[in-house]
């Protein structure tokens, strides 16, 4: 029995650790506001509010300009990866 209650112990450990470590990752979906690289930050508005990220490692902010939309996978305040927003397809149909 103290064997199955260490097993237990251990796996909802694991469980509870990686859940708070995905927990901190978002996708935004928003439209640049600003672009500073030399900074290295980049203004996105989401929701009507103006969120300000740092560039991570391999996010090359010279494809972006200001009314672009884009989605931006934040860990923190830091953009980890940001693409550009698929565009919508128009209605098929009478």
């Known amino acids: 029995m103290k ?11 694991i469980c509870l650790v ?8 978002h ?13 290295g930050s980049i203004v996105v508005t989401v929701d009507g509010k103006d969120m300000t990220f740092k560039a991570g490692k391999g996010v090359d902010l ?7 939309k884009v989605e931006v996978a934040t860990d923190k305040d830091v953009a980890t990866e940001i693409k550009a927003a698929a565009a919508k397809k128009a209605p098929v149909g009478c």
Request: proline letters at 0%; charged letters at 20%; aromatic letters at 2%.
């Open 27 to 39: 996708i935004m979906k928003g439209a640049v506001k600003s672009v500073d690289a030399k900074a």
């Open 62 to 68: 010279g494809k972006f300009k200001a009314g672009d």
């Open 3 to 13: 064997k199955l209650s260490v097993v237990l112990v251990v796996v909802l450990s």
């Open 18 to 25: 990686a859940s708070l470590a995905l927990a901190s990752h």
